[in-house]
């Protein structure tokens, strides 16, 4: 089936513009995650949602940074009044019970391409 | 609490020969450990997964890791390495709620 996807891949936003990222998880897949990747460092938890459920935000670096997940499919990470440290690619994971190939799975979470949001 | 630390940032090898990419973790319970591989301006796709079955585990393209309790080590390996194989590489730990816990990546290049 479809992986995840994530659009925009690219996102230029000026400093003080509010910003919105949008994954689409796996069909069927509860549980969504998302990350930040910082140039030359490695992803960095932000969020967790079971279904339409938020789990855990202890990532969230800032209270202008928000996700929803409002019917437990579809996710959106808005960021409000960026500053130019909110330049990074922004992933998003699903994770669920069976893969890609319809195997048992085992806590693999599955990436999206991300969002590249550059703060000028 | 769970964390990796990946050894090396770069590693450069020459094709054909074997690599290595260091990792160790720590882990509060008996962890779970992932290999993930970015190449550029790509997702990240998994390699393979350590999830307390066989301590020799292997993945796509030929790499296999090595879960070893002792040296609290995860260390990915390769027997002969493929210009393909050049792209950056995450050593990962499941932590609570099953969020992951990436290391710094290294990036292996691979010479002619």
């Known amino acids: 089936g479809a992986g995840v996807s994530q659009s925009p891949r690219y996102k230029v936003a000026k400093r003080g513009q509010d910003v919105a990222l949008r994954c689409d998880p796996i069909s069927g897949h509860v549980s969504l995650f998302w990350y930040q990747q910082a140039l030359g460092q490695g992803p960095e938890f932000l969020t967790y949602f079971q279904n339409e459920a938020q789990l855990d935000k202890s990532g969230l670096p800032s209270d202008r940074f928000f996700a929803e997940r409002p019917e437990g499919s579809v996710s959106t990470l808005k960021i409000q009044r960026t500053q130019q440290e909110d330049s990074a690619v922004y992933l998003c994971?699903?994770?669920?019970?069976?893969?890609?190939?319809?195997?048992?799975?085992?806590?693999?979470?599955?990436f999206g391409p991300g969002t590249r949001l550059t703060v000028t | 609490a769970q964390s990796v630390t990946q050894l090396d940032s770069h590693v450069s090898v020459s094709e054909g020969t074997p690599v290595l990419l260091r990792c160790n973790y720590s882990?509060?319970?008996?962890?779970?450990l992932f290999w993930y591989v970015q190449h550029p301006n790509k997702g990240l796709q998994l390699l393979l997964k350590y999830t307390s079955a066989a301590t020799l585990v292997k993945g796509i393209n030929g790499f296999e890791a090595e879960f070893k309790k002792s040296e609290t080590s995860f260390h990915l390996t390769k027997p002969s390495a493929h210009m393909s194989d050049a792209a950056e590489y995450f050593c990962?730990?499941?932590?609570?709620?099953?969020?992951?816990?990436f290391g710094s990546g290294t990036k292996l290049n691979v010479k002619p």
């Open positions: 882990s509060s319970y008996s962890p779970s």
């Open positions: 994971a699903s994770s669920g019970s069976w893969g890609l190939a319809g195997e048992r799975n085992s806590y693999e979470q599955y």
């Open positions: 990962v730990v499941r932590g609570n709620f099953n969020k992951f816990y």
